[in-house]
Each structure stands twice: as structure tokens, then as C-alpha cells.
């Protein structure tokens, strides 16, 4: 379970002041699936990076597993937009780089390595490099390091934010399939796309911005298991065209505030 409690964070640069978020709250149930969406600057990433205990609310709590949150530690991982694999190592060597952060003795997190590369389709790539793979084989790379720790709490930042839509929707099938083997896994997916969100999560939380902020809490209401066939369907097309909506009013409103706050400096 995870609960955020009345969140908030401000930066502060060069003497100014950034509230990025404000009073965020919002729990997550043992082994669901969700989607965190909204404008870009609503504090998504600040939000996960928060749950991944890199950085610190400036008011509330985060609790996962009934435990505050002070810091990283081994119930989560986090797997980030730009795949952040080491260029000097080979495939199982990143693959197996949480486990061995987690001191298990080199034959054993080979061979959970090995089996974790398996199930994202790199059996066979164990020894390429990182520059002799695709951006989609990189992030399968990230995503097999990331399940090798077996985390109760999956922390995905963007994950296919880089990838070409073609590439990014095999890698949709691909982590549906993973999540519905895994289905035990908390997950929290942060995302730009209204589609990506309905076809992954249980559950979309819709953020606004200036300061960040939830909206609502959207149920998704297809049943499991799903696959990409579910992207044709009209319930599912209307779905995203509804969050489509709400999200394109809340950055019409942004606008709006952004204009009034020019033309108040200027008078």
C-alpha cells in the first residue's frame, strides 16, 4: 500500500521559491496498477522521485507498506525514461547491477539476470554493450534490472517517453504481459499519454498544475487481462478521449493564469 499524505514540495533556486506541489494526496492499493498524467511542470517525476525516497517532501508523508518513507531502499525500484544503463558493461552485467548493490554473490545474480533478460525477449544479448542495442532493447534492459531485485513497488518514470510509437507500443504489450505475471507488484507509471495510461493502469490519477495538484481519480474501467486489441475498442477510444478533454481544459485554464500573471508584471 502505498499513501501519500498531504504532499507538498517547494524548490528553492537562487534565492526563489518553486512550489511544485501542493497538498497531494492520494493512496495506492497493494498490487494495483497506476497512472500518474497531467501537464508537463504538475511535479509527476517530483512525485515518483519522492516515493523513491531521492527526495524529500517539503510537508506531509509518503508511506509504502505502512513505513514513512526517508529514503531509497530495497522494496522499490525505479526505472527511468532514458534507460541509465552503464556504457562499459555488458547486458548481464547491467541487468544484475541491483543485485549486486544488494551483495548476492556473482553466480546467483547471474543466473537471475539471465532469467530476467529471458522475459523481456534479450535472451542471447547477455554480452552485447548497451550501444549495440536499440532504444527499445536499452529499456528492456532497465525494465529486467529493475524486476531482477523482485521489488514489492514498481516506480516507472516515462518509461517509453523516448521510444518510437512502434517500438513503444510492443513495449506496452510487453510490460502488460510482465505486470499480469507479476501481478503482486505495486506499480506507479508516470506518462503524457491518456492512452498509454488506459491501456496500463487500474486506476488514472489526473494531476493539475501551477502548483501541482490532483484533480480526480479515474477507475479504468476495462477488466484483466488486456492487450493491445483493447485500443480499437469504442469504450476505449471514448475513455481516452474523455481524459484527453479534462486534461486539454486544465491547460487552456494554465494558459490563462500564465497570461494573467504576464500582464499583472507588466501593469
Known amino acids: 500500500m502505498i499513501e501519500v499524505k ?12 518553486f512550489e511544485a506541489l501542493r497538498d497531494v494526496s492520494f493512496g495506492v492499493a497493494t498490487g494495483r496498477f497506476i497512472s500518474l ?24 508523508v509518503i508511506e509504502i507498506g505502512g513505513k514513512e518513507v526517508t529514503g531509497s531502499g530495497p522494496d522499490r525500484a525505479l526505472v527511468f525514461q532514458n534507460f541509465v544503463l552503464l556504457p562499459w558493461a555488458d547486458v548481464l552485467t547491467n541487468a544484475a547491477f541491483g543485485l549486486e548493490a544488494r551483495g548476492i554473490p556473482k553466480k546467483e545474480r547471474a543466473e537471475i539476470a539471465r532469467a530476467h533478460l529471458d522475459r523481456v525477449g534479450l535472451g542471447g544479448f547477455e554480452r552485447h554493450y548497451p550501444h549495440e ?75 493539475d498544475t501551477r502548483p501541482g495538484r490532483v484533480a480526480q481519480v479515474v477507475e479504468v474501467p ?21 481524459l484527453s478533454h479534462n486534461l486539454e481544459q486544465m491547460q487552456r485554464i494554465d494558459m490563462a493564469r500564465s497570461l494573467d500573471d504576464e500582464s499583472n508584471a507588466d501593469g
Open 6 to 17: 498531504s504532499v507538498s514540495k517547494i524548490f528553492t533556486r537562487n534565492g526563489k521559491s
Open 37 to 60: 498524467i497531467g501537464p508537463s511542470g504538475c511535479g509527476k517525476t517530483t512525485l515518483l522521485k519522492m516515493m523513491a525516497g531521492l527526495i524529500e517532501p517539503t510537508e506531509g
Open 133 to 207: 542495442l536499440s532504444g527499445g532493447m536499452q529499456q528492456r534492459v532497465g525494465i529486467a534490472r529493475a524486476l531482477a531485485v523482485d521489488p514489492d513497488t514498481l516506480l516507472m518514470d516515462e518509461p517509453f517517453g523516448s521510444l518510437d510509437a512502434i517500438t513503444r507500443k510492443v513495449m506496452q504489450h510487453d510490460l502488460l504481459r510482465l505486470w499480469q505475471e507479476t501481478a503482486t507488484k505495486t506499480t506507479v507509471f508516470v506518462t503524457h499519454s491518456m492512452e498509454e495510461a488506459a491501456l496500463l493502469a487500474d486506476e488514472v490519477v489526473v494531476m
Open 222 to 242: 476495462f477488466p484483466r487481462p488486456r492487450d493491445q486489441a483493447l485500443s480499437d475498442s469504442p469504450d476505449y477510444v471514448q475513455f481516452t478521449a474523455e
